[in-house]
Nanobody
């Protein structure tokens, strides 16, 4: 499956953005999806996860209550809705996919994903 992330941009603190992760090649409904981000000079870190069924969601503590993952299987797309953005949310955001759900710990590790999108830049100004 090929992934295409989009929707990034420049937004003021307190604003919102919705990122999209569109899949091609196969039905996205068979894949669990993770979102990660990488700020300049930092390692890639876990943001959130949605299971294959959509029934299990996990979020990093830093985004819990502000970010929401959803999916539209008809459009083969997963979304990351980001509200109340903060300057520390500035990063390149990546979506990733795999064909298994796994433990909560496994979901947070980027090496456990088989497919990656190219990343989309999110910049939050103060």
């Amino acid at each position: 499956v090929q992934l295409q992330a989009s929707g990034g941009g420049l937004v003021q603190a307190g604003g919102s953005l919705r990122l999209s992760c569109a899949a091609s090649g196969r039905s996205f409904s068979n894949y669990a999806v993770g979102w990660f981000r990488q700020a300049p000079g930092k390692e890639r870190s876990f943001v959130g996860f949605m299971s294959r069924s959509g029934g299990s969601l996990n979020y990093a503590d830093s985004v819990k209550g502000r970010f929401t993952i959803s999916r539209d299987n008809a459009k083969n797309t997963v979304y990351l809705q980001m509200n109340r953005l903060k300057p520390e949310d500035t990063a390149v955001y990546y979506c990733a996919a795999r064909q298994w759900d796994g433990t909560i710990t496994a979901r947070t590790r980027n090496q456990n994903y088989d497919y990656w999108g190219q990343g989309t830049q999110v910049t939050v100004s103060s």
